[in-house]
């Protein structure tokens, strides 16, 4: 078939940040390509880029505001049980009651009384102007998005030991690494063609891969060796291969001499932690993590790459620094082909903790508590703002236990799907004084709402996405918004400037006096003037323009300068922090284990057909291809309870049950259950426990105790989940 049009954009699924050609006939996509001479892809794609576009093309788009009839109280709060109960209200109306109920709990409660959710799948600059709104308008940090929930061990064990958390090199490096470890992640289904690259690495250029996983992954079909330790192990794991390369005297003196500090107190750490010792934990051989340990430090450049496996967890912190110990110890950091890797999941989870989505920095991790940076922002925004951090994602839960929180605003995230312990937060939901969702379909959170907010999809906005590797690249309208919908960056703008029209009446001085200004602030032509304003504040961003992403695709950050190169790499002559310090880690464990009455460890994750909460995946084509939630567990196990594949199963934790259908496979180990947490009728969050990393806030979604015993098929789907999209509805799939 002929496009009208053929536009360039940026998947909207994972980190990889793949450039998509998106063909476009009679303002509807109908072919998905790769550009073959554009980075970080070349001309690669998984299924979700190729066939899940047609997402935007669901009947079961949000196409206007809607405003539900009965005002919700808190403490009774309800789910709306059907279309009715909500009435279609114009644009005008709907920010209006936004823009009044929200200022009315600021002035009651306080600025804190209000949090809000960025949103990992939103571009840089919606999420740049959801805090600025939070923070100038309303007048709290209260801000964080779901990067708390998949990568805050990664980015917390990093900032202690270099004071970064980005990922350290490029994608682009990958095919021509010499040596490298993937832990915790199951690269070829979460980030398949970062995973082709990876396997080229290794079957086309002799790589050794080294895979640290219990459970038996695609990559583990290539590795040279594959560690399966116990889940919730790991540092145990990596300090024993320490204590190997200190005492075989195999790490880089010259680099700890001359980039790092701690290393004698951290060495007399590890006397004890023998592979013998690790052994008994593991269960992995010694003589295997001997292996490991030499053939990482032995090599001339190796990296490490890893997932959620790491870093949900109590220990996600620890389990960051004992690998950032490694990488220290050894110098594989500052070159190609070194680094320390955390493969971010959505699509745009980097760029929205980047352009400031997180509750104690402003863009580019500058620090909210810094006076000279808070005064540089208030100076551009024209209001006093606040210098205490704000709430993370898990505390807002809690937040809004104890009535410290009235009010939230949660832009294209679905917490009702995403937080540990749904019950526990959906309790917390029901609390509420007033909350807003602004999305692009319903969802198992939005349903709670006063008010929804109908947004554009990837396919319908312009803006910049930053992928995994720090690379800013373009999303570009293609096709226009169902409905009166309208880009995140537009809605945000237009509620901003009613508020500052109620404030300027208002007896707050700075609102009164700036009030014009403040309303031309907000008054963006295009994603384009949003962006400049997020540069100018953005030391790290300076040099990235909208006019060199059309020219270049995109450009690493840090680009100080518009002739700046962009960075691929980072750490050639220094650490942010100075010096890389070691972290001296004990092995423990605060995760919930199993026992009699719950004697299974239950471990979730991803399958390459569906996304995270699966609001796009569940209506697109991919789903009629992985259509139910499956149970994992051992053939062992499974023989044990006289189970098959294909029998109904209920599993069953101290928060929760579920049901689903039973899948007797050995890429879980005997005793641990895998169940991937795409499926709202079978929430593997709610089997999940809130328990959290102390210093990441981070809950844990790795180890927890389930039981689990034969069931029958459930019934039908009713209340809320009647809003909720026919799963069998898929109009016009895209088709190469
Ligand atoms: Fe999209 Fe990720 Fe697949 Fe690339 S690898 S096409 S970015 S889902």
Request: include cysteine.
């Amino acid at each position: 078939m002929k496009a009208d049009k053929v536009v360039r954009s940026t998947c909207p699924f994972c980190g990889v940040g793949c450039q998509l050609l998106l063909s476009v006939r009679d303002e509807r996509i109908f072919r998905v390509e790769a550009p073959f001479d554009a980075a970080p892809n070349f001309g690669r794609l998984c299924v979700k880029g190729r066939f899940g576009a047609d997402f935007v093309v669901h009947p079961s788009r949000l196409t206007a505001p809607l405003i539900r009839r009965e005002r919700q109280q808190p403490g009774k709060r309800t789910a709306a049980t059907g279309p009715d109960d909500w009435r279609e209200a114009t644009w005008d109306e709907a920010l209006d009651v936004v823009a009044e109920r929200l200022l009315d709990l600021c002035a009651r409660y306080g600025p804190d009384s209000i949090t809000a959710n960025a949103c990992a799948k939103a571009t840089n600059e919606d999420n740049y102007l959801l805090q600025k709104f939070l923070r100038q308008i309303i007048g709290t940090n209260n801000i964080d998005h779901c990067a708390r929930l998949c990568h805050a061990g990664s980015v917390s064990g990093l900032q202690l030991a270099i004071g970064s958390s980005a990922m350290s090199n490029s994608i682009a490096e990958m095919e021509h690494l010499e040596c490298f470890i993937v832990i915790g992640s199951n690269t070829a289904e979460t980030h398949p063609v970062i995973a082709t690259f990876l396997k080229q690495a290794v079957h086309q250029n002799g790589a050794t891969l080294i895979v640290v996983d219990p459970r038996q992954t695609e990559m583990t079909r290539h590795a040279d060796l594959w560690l399966r330790h116990q889940p919730g192990t790991d540092t145990a794991l990596f300090n024993a291969m320490a204590h190997v390369i200190v005492k075989e005297d195999l790490y880089n003196r010259a680099f700890v001499a001359a980039r790092t500090e701690g290393f004698s107190q951290y060495v007399e750490s590890l006397e004890d932690k023998t592979p013998e010792w690790a052994e008994a934990i593991t269960g992995v051989p010694a003589d295997d993590i001997r292996r490991a340990a030499r053939s990482y430090a032995t090599a001339g450049a190796a990296a490490m790459y890893w997932g959620m496996g790491i870093s949900q967890s109590t220990h996600g912190t620890d389990n960051t620094l004992t690998l950032t110990n490694l990488a220290l110890m050894c110098g594989h950091l500052g070159r190609p082909g070194t680094g320390l890797n955390p493969l971010r999941g959505q699509n745009n989870v980097q760029g929205c903790s980047d352009a400031g989505g997180l509750p104690n920095v402003y863009t580019a991790y500058q620090p909210v508590d810094d006076d000279d940076v808070r005064h540089k922002f208030e100076e551009t925004w024209l209001a006093p703002l606040p210098g205490k951090p704000g709430l993370t994602v898990t505390e807002m839960v809690d937040g809004i236990l104890t009535g410290q929180v009235r009010g939230w605003y949660v832009m294209g995230e679905n917490p009702l799907m995403s937080e540990p312990n749904l019950r526990h937060a959906q309790h917390a939901v029901e609390q509420l004084e007033f909350f807003v969702a602004q999305d692009i379909f319903f969802n198992e959170t939005n349903v709670y709402a006063d008010v929804i907010l109908p947004a554009a999809s990837f396919a319908e906005k312009d803006g910049t996405f930053t992928n995994s590797d720090r690379r800013v690249q373009r999303c570009r309208a293609a096709v226009p918004s169902p409905g009166i919908a309208r880009p995140d960056w537009e809605i945000i703008s237009d509620l901003a400037r009613r508020c500052v029209g109620r404030l300027g009446k208002s007896p707050s001085a700075h609102f009164t006096q700036n009030a014009d200004h403040l309303i031309e602030q907000w008054s963006y032509a295009h994603a384009s003037d949003v962006w400049e304003e997020m540069r100018a504040l953005t030391p790290d961003f300076y040099g990235i323009t909208y006019e060199r992403l059309e020219r270049e695709g995109g450009v690493h950050w840090p680009c100080p300068t518009p002739e700046h190169p962009g960075t691929p790499y980072l750490f050639a002559e220094e650490f942010p922090s100075g010096r890389g310090k070691f972290w001296p880690v004990d092995y423990g464990s605060d995760s919930e284990q199993p026992d009699e009455d719950y004697p299974f460890i239950l471990s979730t994750g991803r399958v390459l057909y569906h996304w995270h909460g699966g609001t796009m995946t569940r209506v697109s084509a991919l789903d009629a291809i992985w259509p139910e939630c499956t149970v994992e567990m051992h053939p062992n196990d499974a023989a044990r309870l006289g189970l098959e594949t294909g029998d109904w199963v209920e599993l069953s934790s101290r928060r929760g049950a579920i049901t689903a259908r039973l899948l007797v496979t050995g890429r879980s180990p005997e005793g641990t259950i895998f169940i991937p947490f795409h499926f709202a009728e079978a929430a593997a969050n709610v089997l999940t426990d809130n328990r959290v990393d102390e210093r990441a806030k981070i809950p844990d979604y790795k180890v927890c105790g389930v039981r689990i015993a034969r069931s029958t098929a459930p019934a039908g789907r009713a209340g809320a989940d009647t809003l909720l999209t026919d799963r069998g509805t898929i109009k016009d799939p895209v088709v190469a």
